[in-house]
């Protein structure tokens, strides 16, 4: 059977053998913050995701999309109906403005970073609105009660599950435990970080 949050929430409380209503608040806490352990642990981890858009004319700095994890691939088209692809290389912010230091200047498209966690520079700056075509990787979304299932409970439940315990273990003074949990959380992890950095791979050069 698929894990669901509320099903995480049940199986949470049954391993650790409490059912005072105290305790039993603090689920969705533990299960919150195993979601950002595992995450800010594999930078892979989460939903490959394509958006298209068009380029303002003489505007370098574009919003990323929302839960923006890590870039994978950027492109845009020229010439008749756009079908002519021409890739964007992803370097480093410094190099951007050395390469590019004046952006009122513009001309076609050929490097990007990243500008701040929710904005990505161009350079040179696009002369045109040229449609463009963009990929990464998105965090998935957090779980609740309105949110039952993710990225996590999809594809590595018993992780997020030994995560959750090892995060109820400081709360719960089980120190004994923590060696137990986090085992298991670090077993599951290697092996999904093995998985997340090969079908990435693939996915690069596919």
Not at 123 to 129: N, V
Not at 131 to 139: A, D, G, H, N
Request: with cysteine.
């Amino acid at each position: 059977m698929a894990m669901t949050y509320n099903s995480l929430v049940e199986t949470i409380g049954i391993w650790i053998n409490r059912s005072d209503a105290t305790t039993l608040a603090q689920i969705p806490h533990f299960i919150s913050n195993a979601e950002q352990k595992i995450c800010n642990e594999d930078e892979n981890l989460g939903l490959i995701q394509v958006v298209q858009g068009t380029f303002i004319a003489a505007s370098s700095v574009y919003p990323k999309p929302a839960r923006w994890r890590r870039n994978i691939s950027f492109n845009y088209g020229t010439g008749a109906g756009n079908n002519t692809m021409n890739t964007i290389l992803e370097a480093k912010y410094e190099f951007l403005r050395a390469y590019w230091p004046n952006p009122t200047q513009t001309g076609f498209p050929r490097f990007y970073a990243d500008y701040d966690y929710q904005h990505i520079l161009v350079a040179p700056t696009p002369d045109q609105a040229y449609q463009f075509e963009y990929s990464y990787i998105e965090l998935p979304s957090p779980l609740s009660v309105s949110n039952q299932t993710n990225w996590i409970t999809n594809y590595a439940p018993q992780i997020l599950l030994y995560a959750s315990l090892l995060e109820s273990a400081p709360y719960l003074q089980t120190d004994e435990r923590i060696e137990t949990w986090n085992k298991f959380y670090r077993e599951g992890m290697d092996e999904l970080k093995k998985q997340n950095a090969r079908r990435v791979v693939g996915d690069k050069n596919g």
